[in-house]
T-cell receptor
Framework: AQSVTQPDIHITVSEGASLELRCNYS??????LFWYVQSPGQGLQLLLKYFSGDTLVQGIKGFEAEFKRSQSSFNLRKPSVHWSDAAEYFCAVGDKGTGGFKTIFGAGTRLFVKA | DGGITQSPKYLFRKEGQNVTLSCEQNLNHDAMYWYRQDPGQGLRLIYYSQIVNDFQKGDIAEGYSVSREKKESFPLTVTSAQKNPTAFYLC?????????????FGDGTRLSIL
């Protein structure tokens, strides 16, 4: 069965420091992969997505993610974190199949940014 | 601007009461979804609909009901059979029901028990 694991429940980084949020998935083929961000009391917003091709994808707000098939990972990165990046981040995988479509979300990683 | 509107933002339910959460989209999307979000558990799928007059149960449909009479609207009713309804409810839509489609989310409704 497909699964998405975000090993870190929460992470604290200093403003201006680099950030990496981890995501591991379990899926037989190359999956569709997404990262979403959720600010408190709001819905999720798509940051970026990976379907195929270049394994380094760029997203909005200066985020990027790298797909590593050998490690079944799709980690999210940002070179320099801003206080406004404090939020919860969700990794998700989409089923390629047309019959049993499902998007599975990880449990989320809450990012705290300290001044 | 196109988007998804959920209302109300906060809702309180009394014991034995059914309540309905509204979700409207003007993105012309075929597929719509309802998720429940609890702390530390991510998003769990309640119901989804891929076309008008069709909907399917998700992973945690018990105690909930939906309808899809119009493309734009996908209301969720939390019935009295749902014994633990306190949660944050998110409505989402996508162009079609497919694994490659990103989902667009509303800002959620927080439901609490009085």
């Amino acid at each position: 069965a497909q699964s998405v694991t975000q090993p870190d429940i929460h992470i604290t980084v200093s403003e201006g420091a680099s950030l990496e949020l981890r995501c591991n998935y379990s899926y037989g083929a190359t999956p569709y992969l997404f990262w979403y961000v959720q600010s408190p009391g709001q819905g999720l917003q798509l940051l970026l997505k990976y379907f195929s091709g270049d394994t380094l994808v760029q997203g909005i707000k200066g985020f990027e993610a790298e797909f590593k098939r050998s490690q079944s990972s799709f980690n999210l990165r940002k070179p320099s974190v801003h206080w406004s990046d404090a939020a919860e981040y969700f990794c998700a995988v989409g089923d390629k199949g047309t019959g049993g479509f499902k998007t599975i979300f990880g449990a989320g990683t809450r990012l705290f940014v300290k001044a | 601007d196109g988007g998804i509107t959920q209302s109300p933002k906060y809702l309180f339910r009394k014991e034995g009461q059914n309540v309905t959460l509204s979700c409207e989209q003007n993105l012309n999307h075929d597929a719509m979804y309802w998720y429940r979000q609890d702390p530390g558990q991510g998003l769990r799928l309640i119901y989804y609909s891929q076309i008008v007059n069709d909907f399917q149960k998700g992973d945690i449909a018990e105690g909930y009901s939906v309808s899809r009479e119009k493309k734009e609207s996908f209301p969720l009713t939390v019935t009295s059979a749902q014994k633990n309804p306190t949660a944050f409810y998110l409505c989402a839509s996508s162009m079609r029901r497919s694994g490659d489609q990103p989902q667009h989310f509303g800002d959620g409704t927080r439901l609490s028990i009085l």
